[in-house]
């Protein structure tokens, strides 16, 4: 079996059996702190490992562009239970229906609304269906990474440096990336 095959199962079937196996047994706010930062440091991932594999040319990293929609998967099952489990085991549903919302939940949302897009149409059949334009869908993502850095500067104020520093180092690297395709052509 091909390691592909294998983290395929792994994120499409494993892990969202684990997290559900896990909410029913404990549900637990410090997991779902945890998981919540699995799926940004894997979207950072993501979005990163692009411009890192262009501009250095190192085939290593070019490797882990084979693997970014399985990837992908997995944070979007960690988003997920991230929302459904504040959502739902510790009653913020009822803040929603009330309006009274946190305002980290103003970025929170529409972040996870666009993970839920993105995970959706990370398939075959989608791609099919969007043709050219599933490429567009699927660049949501930079916009679920700017809601979930000011998502993270909100919930804790602690962390700005984090979120200033990914998000400058972010612009950057995609500068460099335009720079060095630009010069190629």
């Not at 079996?1 to 909410?23: A, T, W």
């Not at 913020?92 to 666009?114: D, E, Q, T, V, W």
């Amino acid at each position: 079996m091909k390691f592909r095959n294998i983290l395929q199962i792994f994120c499409y079937y494993i892990i969202p059996i684990i997290l559900s196996i896990h909410f029913i047994i404990n549900p637990d706010r410090k997991f779902l702190n945890v998981i919540g930062w699995i799926s940004i440091i894997i979207v950072c991932f993501i979005l990163f490992i692009k411009p890192i594999a262009m501009i250095t040319q190192y085939k290593h990293f070019k490797r882990f562009l084979l693997y970014r929609r399985e990837l992908g998967i997995l944070s979007f099952w960690l988003a997920l239970y991230h929302s459904l489990g504040y959502l739902y085991f510790f009653k913020m549903y009822k803040l929603l229906i009330s309006n009274n919302l946190a305002s980290y939940s103003y970025f929170g949302i529409p972040a996870f609304l666009i993970m839920f897009i993105l995970g959706i149409t990370s398939n075959k059949i989608s791609m099919k269906l969007l043709k050219t334009k599933w490429k567009k869908v699927q660049y949501l993502a930079y916009g679920a990474l700017i809601l979930t850095m000011f998502h993270i500067e909100l919930v804790k104020y602690q962390t700005f440096h984090f979120s200033f520093i990914i998000s400058a180092l972010f612009v950057i690297l995609k500068y460099l990336e335009y720079k060095k395709i630009r010069i190629k052509k």
